[in-house]
């Protein structure tokens, strides 16, 4: 097997990113579509539920597998992350206008950050530092408190960037030890198992066509998932990562032309500055990782 690694195909990569932004602003059309009709839990549940079926042959092999106690406890802990976090996310996007929900969103990088400073011992130079206060000015640019009504649905999804980064946390230690798409397939089952108490506590009876929209919502994240996989193949992240701002775009227009929503310049403007940061800081890391592969002269390369 050669050991030369593939070569960069850019546009390839950019293409793939936005098919993934386009699979996403999918799921949060739909979400928002069908808003309160049902609890959040309840939509959460199903969704998940869904989800099950398109990670059934890593189930099989998760099923096979004899892993430490340690890391069914990381799989159980990020799979309760994880569920809290959708839960919010599920209210936010039922009853906030789509675009301000994709905005906050950007955050979740920033949470993974901070986390990975604090509690994993990655490096934090200042530059990440003025990063992060950037995207952190873009949220207030985007909540404005004080000037704009900031409602449960910009709360819940404040709540859900800090539990999404924390569970991405959790699934950063298990990449090393399982397969990612075990990781998945745990995530999948655990956040089923933790949605379906709450779940059946607010149950309410649902449509075919509402079972049917939620079974979509699995099938376009999924799919979602996988383009950014194929994205991360063709192109290094620094190319790819400011191609997500585009989501924002599709929310934005989704929510004028299909919900009335009226386009916020001011969540633009904030959503903007935090996909710069989240850029600069994949770029910044992209470079230091060029320099620690570069042999120093003199050296041979293994």
């Known amino acids: 097997m050669s050991d030369v690694p593939p070569p960069d195909r850019p546009l390839l990569g950019i293409a793939w990113m936005l098919g993934t932004t386009l699979c996403f602003t999918a799921v949060n059309v739909i979400v ?33 597998t004899r892993y430490p106690g340690r890391v069914w ?42 986390g990975g400073a604090l509690l994993l011992g990655e490096g934090f130079a200042w530059r990440r530092g003025v990063a992060i206060l950037v995207a952190l000015i873009g949220a207030l640019v985007i909540l404005r408190p004080g000037l704009r009504e900031v409602l449960p649905g ?12 924390a569970a991405y946390l959790v699934a950063k230690r298990l990449s090393g030890q399982v397969p990612a798409s075990v990781v998945v397939a745990a995530m999948t089952v655990a956040v089923t198992l933790c949605l379906a108490p709450f779940a059946i506590a607010v149950w309410e009876p649902m449509t075919l066509s509402e079972t049917l929209w939620l079974g979509a919502t699995a099938a376009f994240a999924t799919a979602a998932h996988y383009f950014m996989t194929r994205a991360f193949q063709c192109a290094p992240v620094t190319v790819t990562q400011p191609v997500v701002f585009t989501q924002l775009v599709w929310a934005s ?21 935090i996909i710069a940061a989240i850029s600069y800081m994949s770029w910044r890391e992209a470079q230091l990782k060029r320099r620690a592969a570069t042999p120093v002269a003199g050296t041979t390369r293994v």
């Open 253 to 273: 227009a989704a929510g004028w032309v299909l919900f009335g929503e009226r386009v916020d310049p001011f969540v633009i403007l904030g959503g903007a500055m």
């Open 154 to 165: 910009h709360i819940a999804q404040l709540g859900a960037a800090f539990f999404f980064g």
């Open 73 to 114: 406890a990381l799989f159980g802990l990020r799979g309760a992350l994880q569920a809290v976090a959708v839960g919010l996310w599920f209210f936010a996007m039922a009853r906030t206008p789509i675009a301000d929900v994709t905005a906050i969103g950007y955050l979740n990088p920033i949470v993974v950050t901070l």
């Open 32 to 64: 928002h579509y069908l808003g309160t009709s049902l609890p959040a839990a309840q939509s959460s549940f199903v969704r998940f539920l869904w989800g099950v079926l398109f990670v059934l042959p890593a189930l099989w092999h998760l099923a096979q």
